[in-house]
T-cell receptor, first 113, second 115 residues
Framework: QKEVEQDPGPLSVPEGAIVSLNCTYSNSAFQYFMWYRQYSRKGPELLMYTYSSGNKEDGRFTAQVDKSSKYISLFIRDSQPSDSATYLCAMHPRGTSYGKLTFGQGTILTVHP | NAGVTQTPKFQVLKTGQSMTLQCAQD?????MSWYRQDPGMGLRLIHY?????ITDQGEVPNGYNVSRSTTEDFPLRLLSAAPSQTSVYFCASSYSWGRGDTEAFFGQGTRLTVV
């Protein structure tokens, strides 16, 4: 079983919908959590980064962490066609990662007009 | 700043051939990593480096070698290509600050096909 599980989708929603993307993890040492967005044929780009349980908001995006359940989520409000991409969760233990991130499988999201 | 630059963008190899994927970063980041991305598998760590002259293995290191002679460059060598190495390869660089938080910057990827 992978340390990080993410539903690969694909997920297709209409423009304006609220999107929920989720990851579960088994390694309790993971303390820092990230969401990356990857457009087709591009490299991943950091979208959200958090290390505390609870919610972190940035515009239309909200990252949620529940360390007791080993569960993280990314919510996208008022989704736009430009949000169509693959979303990857990533995490690492407390302290510096030394460049070593553990990723979920990625969820392919399509937002149609 | 160019960020993280990978070359080539595309490559087709025959089984048994060797090649080097190039990665360079101009952000003076201490950490550099190589990942491969396969459908349904996410990104898996191949090798990483915490500084010039220091490298270590990641989750899927077999069939790959790395070295880091400078802060800027981190090439990935395929010793004897196999069809199982058909993948998209991403190089990343990162840094730490404060409490040890890091952000990874990724290159655009190299699409490798081994026939």
């Amino acid at each position: 079983q992978k340390e990080v599980e993410q539903d690969p989708g694909p997920l297709s929603v209409p423009e304006g919908a609220i999107v929920s993307l989720n990851c579960t993890y088994s390694n309790s040492a993971f303390q820092y959590f990230m969401w990356y967005r990857q457009y087709s044929r591009k490299g991943p780009e950091l979208l959200m980064y958090t290390y505390s349980s609870g919610n972190k908001e940035d515009g239309r995006f909200t990252a949620q962490v529940d360390k007791s359940s080993k569960y993280i989520s990314l919510f996208i409000r008022d989704s736009q066609p430009s949000d169509s991409a693959t979303y990857l969760c990533a995490m690492h233990p407390r302290g510096t990662s030394y460049g070593k991130l553990t990723f979920g499988q990625g969820t392919i999201l399509t937002v149609h007009p | 700043n160019a960020g993280v630059t990978q070359t080539p963008k595309f490559q087709v190899l025959k089984t048994g051939q060797s090649m080097t994927l190039q990665c360079a970063q101009d952000m003076n980041h201490e950490y550099m990593s190589w990942y491969r991305q396969d459908p349904g598998m996410g990104l898996r760590l191949i090798h990483y480096s915490v500084g010039a002259g220091i490298t270590d293995q990641g989750e899927v290191p077999n069939g790959y070698n790395v070295s880091r002679s400078t802060t800027e460059d981190f090439p990935l060598r395929l010793l004897s290509a196999a069809p199982s190495q058909t993948s998209v390869y991403f190089c990343a660089s990162s840094y730490s600050w404060g409490r040890g938080d890091t952000e990874a910057f990724f290159g655009q990827g190299t699409r490798l096909t081994v026939v």
